[in-house]
């Protein structure tokens, strides 16, 4: 899902698709946000191997994924 070369232009669609898509860009932001900030700690906590993608790039690949994918979520 996520490499560690992530393409900046790859990364800056799905960040566009992601605010283009929303009702609210604010809220949008916040959950990117929000987003990063679990995936900062889980790195810290050594939960998650992929430390070189930064929180942020993460969570916005996550987030552009389950948007786009939503039968790929459980439950």
């Known amino acids: ?24 860009r604010y809220l949008t932001t916040v959950r990117i946000a929000f987003r990063a900030k679990q995936r900062r ?17 993460r969570a916005i690949v996550e987030l552009s994924d389950e948007q786009d994918q939503p039968d790929l979520l459980p439950g």
């Not at 070369?5 to 992601?18: N, Q, V």
């Not at 889980?42 to 942020?56: C, I, N």
């Open 41 to 57: 700690f889980d790195d810290f906590d050594g939960l998650l191997e992929e430390s070189s993608v930064k929180p942020v790039q």
């Open 1 to 24: 899902m996520i490499t560690s070369s992530l393409d900046a232009k790859d990364l800056a669609k799905r960040g566009e698709s992601l605010i283009r898509q929303s009702p609210n």
